[in-house]
């Protein structure tokens, strides 16, 4: 018998916050591996638990070097516990490598659910929250986080990201200058802890406020783009959107159904336009004269 992945939730600031289960986890793993094993030891202490088995680290640095030793602990039987600094592990944190390679040698993968600073950030930030992404961390580079932005510039649903605190004001710069400054957001900062603080206001504002230099863990949450006039996109511009992405590579299938999430309507809307487009001999670019 294989043994067992356990991808275990930890506080995202308050301790308190920990489920039941992951004590009774920490205490039976036969293997934790842990981004931080000394954040790993102020949680087993303020849980009151000692984890009986061996305890590894598990982090950006020797994740592909330490995930194959791992995964044979995890055919030979082991129960491994998966702990990242806060939150889930694998979003936007160490652990992907290492749910693949369970996967694929068909070890069993579960988790304890725990606190998200995604949702948490979401559920405050009083934006709309009936449909979402996250898009995790943004490029480093100005130009590259830019490009990012650009992508996103037409999506509706709220947007989710993390940031670095010293990053946050050149993040909010740039969202102000792609998605306009009246774009509405919400910059989450220390979520659960002591100085928890939630900033709401458009983005042009946001930026000026984070210029005078924030700290902490930060979440930003940006309201989605408005739907085009009459709640329907224009052919012409679905059609446009369509070309753009078989220009860059997509194959058209790919490129409608994403149009068609982007602009919140039936593919069958956007592949007519494109029909409609070629048919008419006035499509935009290269892309749709296959």
């Known amino acids: 018998m294989t043994g067992t992945l356990v991808l275990a939730g ?3 600031g308050d301790p308190a916050d920990a489920p039941p289960r992951l ?3 920490l205490a039976a793993a036969d293997v934790v591996a842990a981004e931080d094993t000394r954040r790993l030891r102020r949680l087993t202490q303020a849980l009151g638990v000692e984890p009986a088995g061996r305890i590894v680290s598990y982090f950006e640095g020797n994740e592909a070097a330490r995930t194959p030793e791992l995964a044979e602990a995890l055919v030979d039987g082991a129960r ?16 992907y490598r290492l749910v693949a390679a369970a996967v694929e040698r068909g070890v069993h993968v579960t988790a304890v659910p725990g606190p998200s600073a995604v949702l948490t950030a979401l559920a405050v930030s009083g934006l709309p929250v009936d449909r979402f992404c996250f898009e995790g961390f943004l490029p480093r580079k100005q130009g590259e986080r830019r490009g990012r932005l650009r992508e996103a ?15 946050l004001a050149a993040t909010l710069d740039a969202m102000a200058e792609v998605f306009g400054p009246e774009r ?10 002591t100085y928890e603080q939630v900033r709401r206001g458009p983005l042009g504002e946001l930026a000026q406020w984070a210029a005078e230099g924030v700290r902490g863990e930060i979440t930003v949450v940006v309201r989605g783009a408005e739907a085009p006039a009459g709640g329907e996109a224009d052919a012409a511009e679905l ?38 487009a070629k048919k008419a001999g006035g499509q935009p670019g290269k892309g749709l004269a296959r």
Do not use: N, W
């Open 10 to 12: 930890t506080p995202i």
């Open 23 to 25: 004590a009774a986890e």
């Open 80 to 95: 491994v516990v998966l702990v990242t600094d806060a939150g889930m592990p694998s979003v936007s944190d160490p652990g």
């Open 153 to 167: 510039a037409d999506e509706r649903r709220t947007l989710v990201y993390f940031e670095a605190p010293h990053r």
């Open 184 to 193: 509405q957001a919400a910059v989450c900062r220390e979520l659960t802890k």
């Open 239 to 276: 059609v446009r959107r369509v070309a753009e992405r078989e220009q860059a590579g997509q194959q058209r299938k790919e490129a409608i159904a994403e149009v068609a999430r982007e602009a919140g309507v039936p593919k069958r809307e956007v592949f007519d336009a494109v029909v409609a």
